[in-house]
T-cell receptor
Framework: NAGVTQTPKFRVLKTGQSMTLLCAQDMNHEYMYWYRQDPGMGLRLIHYSVGEGTTAKGEVPDGYNVSRLKKQNFLLGLESAAPSQTSVYFC?????????????FGPGTRLLVL | DAKTTQPTSMDCAEGRAANLPCNHSTISGNEYVYWYRQIHSQGPQYIIHGLKNNETNEMASLIITEDRKSSTLILPHATLRDTAVYYCIVRGWNFNKFYFGSGTKLNVKP
């Protein structure tokens, strides 16, 4: 199993450009998440999904959109990139049984917005 | 979800036990304590979790106080590869959010 994979690994954008980050998991997990991590800080939740076709806002959703058309994929879109969105983006997936949940993380996508 | 408080950084000698504390004084009865770590800039890695009882796995031990207001993650024989930021997270079973906070930077020294 590959676990959680993210594409691309690194990207440079100019202000105003758009892009989509792809997250894929092969563990048949229901839940998927997008986080961002700024230098010296912990992870902050952007959006999450509790199943195919459903998404919800997290702690810092502004400037991002997401889609979960297939159970194994979770897309994060930036419609008009801003320098404040320079960050490392992590995707995670999980299953939940009896109130317990373990999240499995991807390797991250480093985004630089100029 | 309850908030957690962790020291900013800690040092540990290689081969010795590393004891990482976490305070979660507002924890509710159905909230679990989770520990993750992040090595350099990699994705966070699950370590262990627990509700009331102490837990042990191949990576670490988790000691939760009787009143559940604090916990300690124990790495029994720290190695240089255990140098990482360790996050203590408390969350309830019906929430789908992890609040990572700033974590504790563990420096394992030769």
């Amino acid at each position: 199993n590959a676990g959680v994979t993210q594409t691309p690994k690194f990207r440079v954008l100019k202000t105003g450009q758009s892009m989509t980050l792809l997250c894929a998991q092969d563990m048949n997990h229901e839940y998927m998440y997008w986080y961002r991590q700024d230098p010296g800080m912990g992870l902050r939740l952007i959006h999450y999904s509790v199943g195919e076709g459903t998404t919800a806002k997290g702690e810092v959703p502004d400037g991002y959109n997401v889609s979960r058309l297939k159970k194994q994929n979770f897309l994060l879109g930036l419609e008009s990139a801003a320098p404040s969105q320079t960050s490392v983006y992590f995707c995670a997936s999980s299953y939940s049984t009896g109130g317990q949940e373990t999240q499995y993380f991807g390797p991250g996508t480093r985004l630089l917005v100029l | 979800d309850a908030k957690t408080t962790q020291p900013t950084s800690m040092d540990c000698a290689e081969g010795r036990a590393a004891n990482l504390p976490c305070n979660h004084s507002t924890i509710s009865g159905n909230e679990y304590v989770y520990w993750y770590r992040q090595i350099h800039s990699q994705g966070p890695q699950y370590i262990i979790h627990g509700l009331k009882n102490n837990e042990t796995n191949e990576m670490a031990s988790l000691i939760i106080t009787e009143d559940r207001k604090s916990s300690t993650l124990i790495l029994p024989h720290a190695t240089l590869r255990d140098t990482a930021v360790y996050y203590c997270i408390v969350r309830g079973w019906n929430f789908n959010k992890f609040y990572f906070g700033s974590g504790t930077k563990l420096n394992v020294k030769p």
